[in-house]
Nanobody, 120 residues
Framework: QVQLVESGGGLVQPGGSLRLSCAAS????????MGWYRQTPGKERELVAT???????NYADSVKDRFTISRDNTKITSYLQMNSLKLEDTAVYYC??????????????WGQGTLVTVSS
C-alpha cells in the first residue's frame, strides 16, 4: 500500500551538511506524520525527528538546533536537513511514516535506510 524510499546519504566531514529525502509512494493512503530515525550497531533505533501533517516538528535533544525536518505540500515527501554534523551522527537513517488506514486506525511504514557517515 505504501512504500518509503530514502536518499541523500553519504560521506560528509564533521561540521558539514547533508539533506536526506524520503519519498512515499503507493495508493489509497493518507500520511498523518513522517519521521526520521537512526540506528548504529549495538544500539536501538532512535528517534531523530518527526513532523505531523500540520507541520508540527519534534526533535531529539541530540539533534535539535542542527537538524530540520520538513515535508512538501503533498505530504508524501519528507526531508531531513542535517547541519553541523558530528561523528556521532554516523548511522543508518530510516524514514518512517504513520499512515491512516482507510478502515480506521494507523500503521507504520519504514524505509530501507540510507547510510550517513560523518568522518574526516
Amino acid at each position: 500500500q505504501v512504500q518509503l524510499v530514502e536518499s541523500g546519504g553519504g560521506l560528509v566531514q564533521p561540521g558539514g551538511s547533508l539533506r536526506l529525502s524520503c519519498a512515499a509512494s503507493g495508493t489509497s493512503f493518507r500520511i498523518y506524520s513522517m519521521g526520521w530515525y537512526r540506528q548504529t550497531p549495538g544500539k536501538e533505533r532512535e528517534l531523530v525527528a518527526t513532523i505531523t501533517s500540520g507541520g508540527s516538528a519534534n526533535y531529539a535533544d541530540s539533534v535539535k538546533d542542527r537538524f530540520t525536518i520538513s515535508r512538501d505540500n503533498t505530504k508524501i515527501t519528507s526531508y531531513l536537513q542535517m547541519n553541523s554534523l558530528k561523528l556521532e551522527d554516523t548511522a543508518v537513517y530510516y524514514c518512517n511514516a504513520v499512515v491512516a488506514r482507510t478502515t480506521g486506525g494507523y500503521f507504520e511504514v519504514w524505509g530501507q535506510g540510507t547510510l550517513v557517515t560523518v568522518s574526516s
